[in-house]
């Protein structure tokens, strides 16, 4: 094993209280229910994707595209200004620690995130000096349970997807490391996913998982 692909929220950071209450804020406008249930089927799907999750409850006129890229538009304008309250303290030490060390243990790091927000949010948390490439939802066209951001993610690293493990929390992203020929760690919701080649409760756990 070369490299490390890490998904970004609900992995190193956990933003989805601002996603909910940024997309809760696009559905009440339009009279959708939403709740929290929902809120987790979105969970490593693309802001596209998920704004048609959200319409499956819509009950208003057709909405045309351009009206749809609106929607997700304003609702990543209400995200991006939840945002820029991270700080570094979003960050917890047993992730900057087992990052490090898997540096010096000779492991090429990357970010692997369907969010176009990702570099932000890595430059919000003091964190983007630690990854050595990222892979977000700037330079893919297909969202996961699709490889494409891990197969890039193994590209930029220059390592052979084989020689790469991906660290997911959601079903859907274990779905394409698997599918994309990596090792699969689940963490979080992930952790109790069959399909992952690897279950840890615990961040710092990586360490002793990729040594073996």
């Not at 979003?90 to 990357?110: I, N, P, Q």
């Not at 893919?140 to 929390?169: M, W």
Request: glycine fraction near 6%.
């Amino acid at each position: 094993m070369k490299g490390i692909i890490f998904d970004l929220d609900g992995v190193l950071v956990f933003t989805d209280k601002f996603h909910y209450r940024a997309w809760k804020a696009i559905a009440d406008d339009m009279g959708i229910y939403f709740d929290e249930k929902i809120n987790n089927r979105l969970r490593g799907v693309s802001r596209m994707d998920s704004l048609e999750i959200i319409l499956e409850r819509y009950e208003g006129k057709l909405l045309t595209m351009a009206e749809k890229v609106s929607l997700a538009e304003k609702k990543n304008q209400i995200y991006r200004e939840l945002l820029r309250t991270m700080t570094p303290e979003d960050v917890s030490e047993e992730v900057r620690d087992t990052l490090k060390k898997l540096h010096v243990d000779g492991f090429k790091l990357a970010i692997g995130s369907s969010s176009k927000n990702t570099k932000f949010i890595l430059e919000k948390v003091e964190l983007i000096d630690a990854f050595d490439a990222v892979s977000d939802g700037t330079n893919i066209t297909r969202s996961k349970p699709d490889p494409e951001v891990f197969q890039k993610a193994a590209k930029y690293l220059r390592v052979a997807p084989e020689e790469c493990a991906v660290v997911e929390d959601a079903f859907a992203g274990i779905d394409a490391a698997k599918s994309g020929g990596m090792y699969a760690i689940g963490i979080g919701e992930a952790s109790k996913y069959e399909k992952a080649d690897a279950h840890i409760e615990e961040f710092a756990e990586l360490t002793e998982i990729l040594e073996k």
